[in-house]
């Protein structure tokens, strides 16, 4: 459920027509829905009532400040994984007490950072991170609250690129190396084993993946108390997916109802890292038409965002559905709709049946509230695109366009 709708054949976002939202900050322009955002995180987070839990938005998904503030304020927690989103989560007045932190490649340096703020919890990917982590805290007078990742060679049946917990990926531990990890958090000064962590992958459109690493997880947590290592925090990672296109992923009613059958009684505190599920459906990305081109073979809509913009669909091939922000009824042809940057991979869809659109019109690109923008650069020296929050009538500008000096001024140095 969102709240980007026609009335009278004209794209509102709430109660503002895209049309002036163009008008004032101009293409490409990413708009985002505050009710959207809300309507999402209150459905995923009352998911699991029954449970002890804790919803930790995935930063990485779309971390503008604004948006950070308004969920810390509803009760969310972060999931980071880096010391840029650890500083925007602490910026956004995120209590430390609920980030935790992800990635395989924690420096020192982010390491202290995390330290000193005073995280929940690190998810540690590795022996070596474990001990880093053992000898900063110990060296600073810290202690370290810490899960272990464990990759539970379990297939998420998504993008290779985004799957996560199956063996042959760079994340977490198997379920031995873990269990050795374990041991070794017991004797390490300055750490507590206190959570186990877990992130299969993203975009997942059924839950058995979940269900198969649930079930994995438990065991091994009996096997870790056999051992004298109770653990109390199970988090399962983000991962659930939304539709793009002819997906039909499981509700998050039915992803908290599973959780709860399973984890409830157990003494357990959930902890969940939802990205896309929150912020995907959320945000459209809107683009000007500039040019039509028909070639022997195909036919191009060349519109004024680009890769650069968003990457998904020539990262991932992925779906984005593409329409008119002013809808006239026209007959649909197939075409390739694609940005100025000077690569063939630079598409927004392909193949595409869509009306006849014309040079000055507005394209509404959906569902790219989630790895829209955070993936955006600045190649072929494209600014980056506005951001724009809009809130019933009213629409605020959350990230003004960069200009071209942004694009120099970082190398304005005297060497
Ligand atoms: N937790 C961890 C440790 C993660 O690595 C991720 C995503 C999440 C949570 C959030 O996952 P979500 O709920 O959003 O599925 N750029 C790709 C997605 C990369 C996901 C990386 N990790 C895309 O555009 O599809």
């Known amino acids: 459920m969102h709240h980007f709708t026609y009335r009278d054949n004209e794209l509102f976002v709430e109660n503002v027509a895209v049309q002036e939202l163009v008008a004032t900050y101009g293409t490409p322009l990413y708009i ?6 809300q309507r999402h995180f209150t459905a995923f987070d009352s998911a699991f009532g029954a449970l002890p839990h804790l919803t930790c938005y995935s930063v990485k998904a779309c971390s503008n400040m604004h948006i950070l503030r308004f969920l810390g304020k509803m009760g969310a927690g972060m999931d980071i994984v880096s010391g840029g989103e650890l ?31 005073g995280i929940l919890m690190f998810n540690v990917e590795s022996m070596g991170e474990l001990e880093k982590i053992s000898e900063v805290a110990n060296q600073t007078g810290h202690t370290a609250n810490v899960a272990l990742r464990i990759n539970p060679d379990v297939d998420p049946h998504t993008h290779p690129y985004i799957s996560t917990g199956l063996k042959e990926n760079k994340f977490g531990l198997d379920m031995e190396q873990s269990y050795a990890a374990y041991m070794r958090a017991m004797e390490l000064p300055a750490i507590t084993p206190m959570g186990i962590d877990c992130h299969i992958g993203s975009q997942l459109t059924s839950l058995s993946p979940f269900r198969e690493a649930v079930e994995k997880i438990l065991l091994f947590r009996e096997k870790l108390c056999s051992a004298g290592l109770c653990i109390d925090y199970i988090d399962l990672g983000g991962g659930l997916g939304i539709p793009y296109d002819t997906e039909e ?20 505190t959930l ?7 929150i912020a ?8 000007k038409v500039q040019y039509t081109k028909k070639t022997a073979t195909k036919e191009f809509v060349i519109v004024d965002a680009a890769m650069n913009d968003l990457i998904r669909p020539s990262l991932y091939q992925s779906h984005h559905h593409i329409a008119e922000v002013s809808p006239r009824g026209r007959a649909k042809h197939t075409v390739d709709v694609v940005g100025p940057i000077c690569e063939s991979g630079d598409f927004l869809a392909r193949d595409r049946l869509m009306p006849a659109v014309e040079p000055r019109e507005l394209l509404a690109v959906f ?5 829209g923008f955070t993936m955006s650069s600045q190649y072929n020296s ?7 929050l809009v809130r019933g009538d009213t629409a605020h500008l959350i990230r003004r366009r960069e200009t071209y000096e942004d694009l120099i001024a970082p190398e304005e140095t005297r060497s």
């Open 367 to 371: 569902s790219a509230g989630a790895y």
């Open 32 to 37: 985002y829905s505050k009710a959207t955002f």
């Open 382 to 388: 494209r600014p980056r695109a506005a951001e724009v």
């Open 249 to 268: 992923p499981p509700h998050p009613q039915e992803f908290g109802k599973l959780l709860t059958d399973m984890l409830s009684g157990l003494g357990i």
């Open 280 to 287: 995907g459906n959320a945000g459209i990305l809107v683009t």
């Open 271 to 277: 902890i969940l890292e939802p990205g896309r599920v």
């Open 87 to 117: 500083f925007r989560a602490l910026r956004a007045g995120i209590q430390p007490a609920k980030i935790v932190y992800s990635g395989v490649g924690k420096t020192r340096t982010e390491i202290l950072q995390a330290l000193e703020a």
